[in-house]
């Protein structure tokens, strides 16, 4: 007969419990009240805004490792690195949006058929593309993410919420407008070796 502890037999403790299931704790949309001295207005505001913010940072990430990987042309290395020098930056966008989401109680999108019913950056073909082509879907996801950014930063402002404000305004728009402009000058038609 086996020793018992709680009336589970010894041999059965080390087995992992596994395949469990129960109810969610919070429903997407519902947003907790956090001891942060914010209104609850403020903070179910910033939370949807933040959630479409999430989409497109994580629909304009994939953009970048799409292109990083179905590159083409004389100017694959630069571009190659570049691309994912930018992929590694949204990534990391990516991460301190959905905290600050969770930070004011809300649930952040984490999963690619939820971002891809959020986001409104127009979805890509799956085949290659030629660079001024890509570079061109790059930009305008920049600039819809841009667009958003700054009124939710306004809105934000206007409700209190200034953590909020200062990761659109510090993180995301600083970020954007800076690989705009390292994308953007490569669509800049000057001589390669013979001047005008
Ligand atoms: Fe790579």
Do not use: C
Not at 75 to 83: E, P, R, S, V
Not at 154 to 172: H, M, Y
Request: no cysteine; proline share 5%.
């Amino acid at each position: 007969m086996s020793k018992t502890r709680n009336a589970v037999p010894v041999a059965d403790r080390a087995r992992p419990i596994d395949r469990q299931k129960a109810r969610e704790i919070q429903a997407f949309g519902r947003v907790v009240h956090m001891p942060i001295a914010l209104s609850e207005t403020a903070a179910r505001q910033s939370v949807e805004n933040l959630n479409q913010v999430l989409a497109d940072t994580v629909t304009l990430r994939d953009l970048y490792k799409k292109h990083h990987w179905q590159l083409a042309g004389p100017t694959f290395y630069q571009l190659h690195l570049l691309f994912d020098k930018h992929y590694e930056e949204q990534n990391e966008l990516v991460d301190a949006i959905a905290e600050r989401i969770q930070m004011l109680g809300g649930i952040s999108l984490a999963m690619a058929a939820d971002v891809a019913e959020t986001t409104i950056v127009p979805r890509p073909p799956k085949g290659r593309e030629e660079v001024p082509v890509q570079i061109s879907r790059l930009l305008h996801a920049h600039e819809i993410l841009l667009e958003e950014a700054r009124s939710m930063a306004r809105q934000a402002t206007e409700s209190g919420d200034d953590g909020t404000n200062d990761l659109l305004v510090s993180d995301i728009i600083r970020t954007n407008e800076k690989q705009v402009w390292f994308l953007a000058q490569h669509l800049v038609d000057v001589p390669l070796v013979k001047a005008d």
